[in-house]
């Protein structure tokens, strides 16, 4: 399954409470993208929360964007990526 980065930015920064109604969303999102055979692998976020880097497995970027809008997600780029990692030479 090819894995990518999506880039997303949210103008007012992006708020997951600490708390039951923050994971209520994610499992409704990670929910919602099973349904499209696309995995939310983790995500980085900016200092200022007003940027994630977000790595997905998916068959396609069409499938990250439609679950991206089904969920309320913005999507800026989708980039496919593979892991380089500096312990692979020794």
């Known amino acids: 399954m090819p894995r990518y980065m999506v880039e997303r930015t949210f103008p007012d920064g992006l708020n997951v409470p600490v708390d039951a109604t923050g994971a209520e969303a994610l499992s409704r999102i990670v929910q919602a993208n099973s349904e ?30 439609q679950v991206a809008e089904r969920n309320g997600l913005p999507v800026n780029s989708i980039t496919e990526v593979s892991v380089l990692a500096p312990y692979f030479y020794h």
Do not use: L, M, N
């Open 36 to 65: 499209q055979g696309v995995t939310w692998v983790h995500s980085y976020v900016s200092g200022d929360k007003t940027r994630t880097f977000c790595i997905y497995d998916a068959p396609t970027p069409e499938a990250i964007r």
